[in-house]
């Protein structure tokens, strides 16, 4: 998906309103971060675990993951990498 489409895909989300995001855990081993998190816009509201590998203290790759049923949305189709 890459650094690109996954900024166009937040900036273009249709927000209901301000994101509110609650950190449930953080582990951390070495350059490799695991987070779940819910996220909410105040309507919308949905978990993320997210695997970040670290390289220089930033973030260099990440795959997240939203266990929640959820249907693709057609808006965001230009920027999703579908995995079978």
Do not use: C
Request: negative net charge.
């Amino acid at each position: 998906m890459g650094r690109a489409n996954f900024a166009a895909i937040n900036t273009h989300y249709p927000a209901q309103g301000q994101w509110h995001f609650t950190l449930h855990s953080i582990v951390a081993e070495g350059n490799q971060v695991v987070t779940d998190v819910t996220v909410t816009d105040g309507e919308f509201e949905a978990q993320a675990i997210t695997f970040h590998t670290i390289l220089d203290g930033k973030i260099h790759r990440q795959t997240e993951y939203w266990p929640d049923p959820m249907p693709a949305l057609e808006w965001r189709r230009q920027w999703v990498t579908l995995v079978d």
